[in-house]
Each structure stands twice: as C-alpha cells, then as structure tokens.
C-alpha cells in the first residue's frame, strides 16, 4: 500500500489515542494540565531531538523523533479546539492551500522556473501579500536561536538588494566592529563601571555577533551551525582530557592550567 494510503489511517488512530488521554473522565491527569504555553518546552526539545537525529542521519532516530514532533502537532490541535475554534482539519486545509498558493509554476498556470533563488524570491512576493506580513522581516520569528534568525534577516535584506558588499567588505565591517567593542572593553571594569557602559558594551557585542553571522551567510553557511558544530568539537576536546585525567584518578580541578592546556593541544592533535 503507497505510504500516502497508510497515513490516512495512521494518523486517525494516533488522533484517537490524544483524544483519549485527553478525556475529561478517563484522561491522562498530566496530559490534561497542558495548555498551548506550557507545551511549548516540550514542543522545542522534539524539534531540537529531530534536529539532532537528522544531523547524525539515523533512519531510526529520525522516524521516531519525526513521530514524537508530529504528536505535538497533533497535541496542540486538540488544545486548540475548545480554546480557538480550530483543530487538525483545520491545520491541514491551511497548509495545504498555503503550498498550493505559493507554488504557483506547479499549481497554476505561473511560468516554468529552473532555478531556487527564484523560487524563494517568489515565495517571499506571495508571503508579502499576506497582511500580516506585509514588511519584509516580519516573517522571521522573534523567538529563532539569534545567530539563525541573523542569517535570516541578512538573507531577507540581501534578496531585496540591501546588503550590497562583496565579501572582503564584509570581512573588513568583522573587524571595523571589533575595533568598536575593544574600545568599550577597554574602559570596562566590572568594580567599578555604571550599568551604562556595560550596556554600550554588549550592544557592540551583538554588533560583532551579527556581522559574523552576515559573513558566514556570504560564505553561504549558517552561523548557527557553525557555532553548534564547535560546540561540538569543544566538547570533543574536553571529554578527551576528562578521559586522559581519570586513566590516572584524577579530574580537570586536580590539576594546573597549564597540564590542562597540554592535554587540549593533544585532543586538536588527535582532530578532534
């Protein structure tokens, strides 16, 4: 049976198993103390979970966590229904319209299109029509991780024609804006500065902040991920000298910054 066949079934008895627990009588008493707000933790751990799997590329991993945001979805419909009016049918009818309407060279009689920039710069002409979009950053989410949603403003702008530096120029605004921070910096004393100036300070932070993220999207990669990828490495390289330290009893406090230096120097050797 084509997967699309199966689905239809599958997904009425999982939305029978939410109904379920969410019973007034015979429910699930955590299950029914959930509201729209108080899922939303748990919303972002799945989403993260799938993330997670979907970067280590496990099948396995990836169809289980897919299954468990899928739940969440279907959960907040349900949450939604006595509370707003709508609920699953309601969920699906939109999408389903809002990819039809923004697909219009597969669905409508648009013209032909070969090419993604233009897809996307399609895309963001329909959203545009959208009231509720109608300013051209208004539909990147407030509450993106900030480097991620950094790189989505810039790609915003840069679409529009904003961002009109090459690369080198954009280079060049990394360290224009350091420069501004070291000068904070160097009048910054924890002991004795106004929370002025610490203010000012992390604001030319941020400023550093987002034209990294502006250059790693001309070098055509996310901040983000490179941010989470040495992370990665970070913790790589740290677990490295726990493992060496306790092959002879002892942990990272036991000894001196320089022993742990060393042993850091070994873990990069070691490409980690």
Same mark, same amino acid.
């Given at each position: 049976?084509?997967?699309?066949?199966?689905?239809?079934?599958? $997904? #009425? %008895?999982?939305?029978?198993?939410?109904?379920?627990?969410?019973?007034?009588?015979?429910?699930?008493?955590? !299950?029914?103390?959930?509201?729209?707000?108080?899922?939303?933790?748990?919303?972002?751990?799945? #989403?993260?979970?799938?993330? =997670?799997?979907?970067?280590?590329?496990?099948?396995?991993?990836?169809?289980?966590?897919?299954?468990?945001?899928?739940?969440?979805?279907?959960?907040?419909?349900?949450?939604?229904?006595?509370?707003?009016?709508?609920? $699953?049918?309601?969920?699906?009818?939109?999408?389903?319209?809002?990819?039809?309407?923004?697909?219009?060279?597969? +669905?409508?009689?648009?013209?032909?299109?070969?090419?993604?920039?233009?897809?996307? *710069?399609?895309?963001?002409?329909?959203?545009?029509?959208?009231?509720?979009? *109608? @300013?051209?950053?208004?539909?990147?989410?407030?509450?993106?991780?900030?480097?991620?949603?950094?790189?989505?403003?810039?790609?915003?702008? =840069?679409?529009?024609?904003?961002?009109?530096?090459?690369?080198?120029?954009?280079?060049?605004?990394?360290?224009?804006?350091?420069?501004?921070? !070291?000068?904070?910096?160097?009048?910054?004393?924890?002991?004795? #500065?106004?929370?002025?100036?610490?203010? @000012?300070?992390?604001?030319?932070?941020?400023?550093?902040?987002?034209?990294?993220?502006?250059?790693?999207?001309?070098?055509?990669?996310?901040?983000?991920?490179? $941010?989470? %990828?040495? *992370?990665?490495? +970070?913790?790589? @390289? +740290?677990?490295?000298? /726990? !493992?060496?330290?306790?092959?002879?009893?002892? @942990?990272? /406090?036991?000894?001196?910054?320089?022993?742990? /230096?060393?042993?850091?120097?070994?873990?990069?050797?070691?490409?980690?």
């Amino acid at each position: 049976m084509p997967t699309t066949q199966k689905a239809g079934p599958a $997904l #009425t %008895e999982l939305d029978k198993v939410i109904t379920r627990l969410l019973d007034p009588q015979n429910g699930c008493p955590w !299950d029914l103390k959930q509201t729209p707000a108080s899922i939303i933790g748990h919303l972002l751990e799945e #989403t993260y979970e799938l993330i =997670e799997a979907l970067k280590a590329e496990n099948p396995d991993d990836i169809c289980e966590e897919a299954g468990d945001l899928l739940f969440q979805v279907i959960f907040i419909s349900h949450l939604a229904q006595p509370r707003w009016g709508w609920g $699953l049918a309601e969920v699906i009818d939109q999408v389903q319209a809002k990819m039809i309407t923004r697909h219009p060279h597969i +669905f409508g009689d648009g013209p032909k299109i070969t090419d993604t920039k233009t897809v996307l *710069n399609q895309w963001q002409t329909i959203k545009r029509q959208d009231k509720k979009y *109608n @300013r051209l950053l208004a539909s990147v989410p407030l509450t993106l991780p900030a480097l991620q949603r950094a790189h989505r403003l810039n790609d915003r702008v =840069e679409r529009a024609g904003f961002n009109w530096l090459d690369t080198p120029a954009v280079r060049h605004k990394v360290d224009e804006k350091l420069a501004e921070m !070291d000068k904070q910096l160097a009048l910054y004393d924890p002991q004795t #500065t106004d929370p002025a100036h610490k203010t @000012r300070l992390k604001a030319e932070m941020g400023n550093v902040l987002l034209a990294l993220a502006n250059l790693a999207s001309r070098l055509d990669f996310s901040a983000e991920d490179a $941010l989470s %990828e040495a *992370n990665t490495r +970070f913790i790589n @390289r +740290f677990n490295y000298i /726990e !493992d060496k330290l306790a092959a002879s009893g002892q @942990r990272p /406090e036991d000894v001196s910054p320089a022993t742990l /230096e060393e042993l850091w120097q070994q873990a990069k050797a070691t490409h980690l």
